[in-house]
C-alpha cells in the first residue's frame, strides 16, 4: 500500500511535511520519498488530505464487558470512523483482573482495533470487599496486591482507579497506595478518575493532590483521566489544576492528563447525586436508608447540595438506562421533576428506588476551563466514550473541527500528538502511535474540509464523518469513507 501526496503529522508533534507512506504487511516501510524499485499493489492519492497515526483512546468505555461483547460492539465503529486505531480496556477501575483471559478470547473473537489493558483496583476491591465501606484489613491488603501482581504479569500496562465512584471511594489514600504499589516492579500508569473532581468530599485541588502523592509514591505514572474542573464551586481553575501538576513535575514525578472536549461529563444519576455513605453495602442497604424517614430527609438534603454543585436541575439530561427508562430518555431532570409534581433530588431518588438508575449528561464545565486544559503540553486526547453520550461517537472528530480548524486553541500537529504519540509513550505501547519506518501501519487518512463530529445528545450514536481511510496493523477497516469487515486489531501485553 503507498500512500502519496497527503500532508504528513508523524505524532511527535512535528509540523506536517509532504512525503510518501508505504505500507508492507503490518508495518510501515518507509515515510518520505519513495526507494527505487517500490511497486505498490495498491495506491492513494491523498493530495489535500491529513496523514496521521491512528489515535490512541486512553479512557475509554467502548470496550467495556470485553470478551461478552457480540461481533458487532467489536468491530468499535464508533472508534474506528473517528481514526481511533487503539482503546484502553478498564477505565475508572472497571478493568479486569484476569487480564490474560480477557485479551485472550477478545482476540480470538475478533477485534476491530487495539486495546490493552488496566488491571482495575474497582475490581480487585469489589472482589476482596465487595461492596463495603469498611477498611481493608492488613490480610485484604495483602489479597488485593496479590491480585494487581497478578493482572500486571498477565500484560496490564497500569492499574485504573475510579476513587470517585463506590466502593472505591471508601478507600483511604493509604490503602489506595498500599494496594497499587504492588505495580511497582512492572512499571506502568496510575490512571484515575479523582476522588473528586468539584467540591464533593476533600475538594479539586486536594484530590490532584492525592492523585499525583499515589502515581508517585508508587513509582508509577500519574494519569488523571477526563481531567476537568467540575461545577460551579470550580469553574475558572484550570490553571491552579495545571500548577498543582507542575509542581509536582519539578519534584520528579511523572505527571500527566487526558480530556475531553465537551462541557458535559457523562455518569450515573445515582453517582452525580447520591453521597457516597448511602450506597454502602449495595442496593438492599440503600432502600432501607431511604425507607427510614429520618435518614431519607439527610440523603434528600445532601443531594440537594450535589445538584446545586452540578448547576441545578436543568444541566442533567437523561441520556439512557435499562427496562422502563424509556420515558424519561431525552428529559432533563427538571422535566422529570415538573411532570412528577416532586421536587428534583425527590424524583431522582425514586428512579434510584425503582431500579431506574440511569445514566446522564451533566453539563458542569466551562469552555474556557476545557481550552485551558488542552492548551498544555501535559494533557492528552481521550473520550470518556460511553453509551448515550455523543462522545463516544465524535470527541476526536469534534476536537480537530472545532479547536484546531474552526477556533484555533491548538494547531493540527499538537492534536495529533496529544491523541497518539504521546499516549503511547506514556503508556509504553511499544511502535504504536507514530508514523516512523518499523512502525505498526495503525495509519489514518482524513479530510479537514469534510471532519466533523455528527452525534448529537438527543442522536448519540451518528457516526462521525471524514475519515477516509483508517489502517489497523495495515489491514483497511475502514476504506473510501466506509467501514469494511475487517477485525484487524490485537490484544497488546506489556512486556
Known sequence: MLITGGQVYDGTGAPARTAAIGLRGDRIRFVGAVPRGVVARERIDARGLIVAPGFIDPHTHAYEGLPRLNATARQNA?????????????????????????????????????????????????????????????????????????????????????LFYAPQSYSTTDEVLAVVSAARPFGGVYDTHQRDESSYTIGLFASVQESIRIGCESGLTTNIGHIKALGVDVWGKADSVLSIMGAAR?????????????????????????????????????????????????????????????????????????????PYIGKTLRDVSRSSGRSAVDAALGLIERGLDMGVASFNMTESDIETFMRDPFVMTSSDGSSGHPRLYGTFPRKIRRYVLDKPVITMARMVEASSGQVARTYGLTDRGALRPGAYADVIVFDPRTIRDEATYTEPTKLATGMRFVFVNGKAAVRDGSLTRALAGRALRKR
Open 78 to 162: 464508533s472508534s474506528l470512523m473517528q481514526g481511533v486505531t487503539t482503546v484502553v480496556l478498564g477505565a475508572d477501575g472497571r478493568g479486569p483482573i484476569d487480564v490474560r483471559i480477557a485479551l485472550d478470547s477478545a482476540e480470538r473473537a475478533g477485534l476491530g482495533t487495539n486495546t490493552y489493558a488496566l488491571v482495575g483496583f474497582g475490581t480487585v476491591r469489589g472482589r476482596v470487599l465487595g461492596a463495603s465501606s469498611a477498611p481493608a484489613t492488613p490480610a485484604q491488603v495483602t489479597a488485593m496486591r496479590a491480585l494487581i501482581v497478578k493482572g500486571m504479569e498477565e500484560g496490564a500496562y497500569g492499574v485504573g482507579s475510579g
Open 250 to 326: 519539578k519534584r520528579g514525578c511523572v505527571v500527566v492528563a487526558d480530556q475531553y472536549p465537551w462541557t458535559a461529563s457523562g455518569t450515573g444519576l445515582s453517582a452525580a447525586l447520591l453521597p457516597r455513605w448511602v450506597q454502602a453495602g449495595g442496593r438492599d442497604s440503600l432502600l432501607a436508608r431511604t425507607n427510614d424517614g429520618a435518614t431519607r430527609t439527610r440523603i434528600l438534603t445532601e443531594m440537594e447540595e450535589n445538584l446545586r454543585r452540578r448547576g441545578g436541575d436543568s444541566t442533567l439530561l437523561l441520556i439512557n438506562g435499562g427496562v422502563g427508562s424509556a
